[in-house]
T-cell receptor, first 109, second 115 residues
Framework: KQEVTQIPAALSVPEGENLVLNCSFTDSAIYNLQWFRQDPGKGLTSLLLIQSSQREQTSGRLNASLDKSSGRSTLYIAASQPGDSATYLCAVAGTALIFGKGTTLSVSS | NAGVTQTPKFQVLKTGQSMTLQCAQDMNHNSMYWYRQDPGMGLRLIYYSASEGTTDKGEVPNGYNVSRLNKREFSLRLESAAPSQTSVYFC??????????????FGPGTRLTVT
């Protein structure tokens, strides 16, 4: 059974820092991996999707990498801003979308 | 283009009452999904519909039924609500079944409390 783990569960950083969020999964037979952002009391916003044949995807200050063989993905956020404060979820797609429990990020000004 | 919409936004039920959560998407997506999100548990799939006319169970289907009314609409019904069904419910849609390497798009959620 696929299991997705996100470390750390919570992270606090000062504005301007570069940071890395980690996601690991137990079954490498995935079709893609998706990173989402969730603001308190809100729905999920898709940030990046990496297909299984890809190694990374970039969008603005965000860069996500995928290493299927080791069952890992990282989300790199450059020059963090207070507006980046949210919970970040990763999800892997096999026959269904399996989510990690998220990393709650707080960026202080 | 509203994306994925859900009604209601909030609901309080008494144990044993029934209700239907509504979801609609205007992106012409084939697949639709219902998830629940609980503290410490993350998001878990309840039911999904890979295409119009088909529905399948997800990880936590007990106590729920679904109807894919047409390509746009996918409803979730609680026949006899229980306190364990207190949760935030999200509907999502995608252009293909999950195995097709395409994204899922989420609605804003329904916050349900069962007392």
């Amino acid at each position: 059974k696929q299991e997705v783990t996100q470390i750390p569960a919570a992270l606090s950083v000062p504005e301007g820092e570069n940071l890395v969020l980690n996601c690991s999964f137990t079954d490498s037979a995935i079709y893609n991996l998706q990173w989402f952002r969730q603001d308190p009391g809100k729905g999920l916003t898709s940030l990046l999707l990496i297909q299984s044949s890809q190694r990374e995807q970039t969008s603005g200050r965000l860069n996500a990498s995928l290493d299927k063989s080791s069952g890992r993905s990282t989300l790199y956020i450059a020059a963090s801003q207070p507006g980046d404060s949210a919970t970040y979820l990763c999800a892997v797609a096999g026959t269904a979308l399996i989510f990690g429990k998220g990393t709650t990020l707080s960026v202080s000004s | 283009n509203a994306g994925v919409t859900q009604t209601p936004k909030f609901q309080v039920l008494k144990t044993g009452q029934s209700m239907t959560l509504q979801c609609a998407q205007d992106m012409n997506h084939n697949s639709m999904y219902w998830y629940r999100q609980d503290p410490g548990m993350g998001l878990r799939l309840i039911y999904y519909s890979a295409s119009e006319g088909t529905t399948d169970k997800g990880e936590v289907p007990n106590g729920y039924n679904v109807s894919r009314l047409n390509k746009r609409e996918f409803s979730l019904r609680l026949e006899s609500a229980a306190p364990s069904q207190t949760s935030v419910y999200f509907c999502a849609s995608g252009p293909f079944p999950t195995g097709g390497s395409y994204e899922q798009y989420f609605g804003p959620g329904t916050r349900l409390t069962v007392t």
